[in-house]
């Protein structure tokens, strides 16, 4: 077996979470390279005629968009419902979308650190927890979690 042959995707499907740009972007198109299916969320995100989708596509991937605000709880529950009725089998699931909202800590609200926290923590644990419930009982599958360097610019 070959060393690129170790990285072959062929067969699976990735969830990729804020894939419109940067780091999701380029982890989704990576894995549709490797060979995986796409699906990509994002709270911007176009569903249909996507930049990442259009990348993954034109790789021979099939890509499917959803559009969801993470820090939403309700949408998120919502987003997942449509989910595991579209694509009963996430393979590996990228735990990428993150927000930062900058302010002074002295002028920071509480609606902001609420986003935050709802983006970067409690939205990556319950996509985990909901997803990976199915990888267990198969006993397989993948998780992977990002972090962005701008964590270190606090004001």
Not at 70 to 75: C, N, T, W
Not at 106 to 117: L, R, S
Request: glycine share 10%; net charge negative; proline share 3%.
């Amino acid at each position: 077996m070959s060393f690129l042959q170790q990285f072959d995707l062929s067969g699976k499907t990735a969830l990729v979470t804020g894939c419109k740009r940067g780091i999701g972007r380029a982890m989704a198109v990576a894995l549709a390279e490797a060979g995986a299916d796409i699906i990509g969320v994002s709270a911007s995100l176009e569903v249909e005629g996507s930049g990442v989708g259009k990348e993954v596509t034109a790789l021979g991937r099939s890509f499917r968009g959803y559009q969801c605000n993470l820090s939403d709880r309700s949408a998120l529950y919502s987003f997942l419902e449509s989910l595991k009725h579209d694509v009963p089998v996430i393979d590996i699931l990228v735990n990428n979308a993150g927000t930062i909202l900058r302010k002074p800590a002295t002028e920071h609200p509480d609606e902001y650190w609420d986003e935050v926290i709802d983006t970067n923590l409690n939205a990556p644990f319950i996509l985990t927890r909901e997803i990976g419930r199915d990888m267990v009982a198969r006993g397989s599958g993948k998780i992977i979690f990002t972090a962005s360097l701008l964590t270190f610019q606090g004001e």
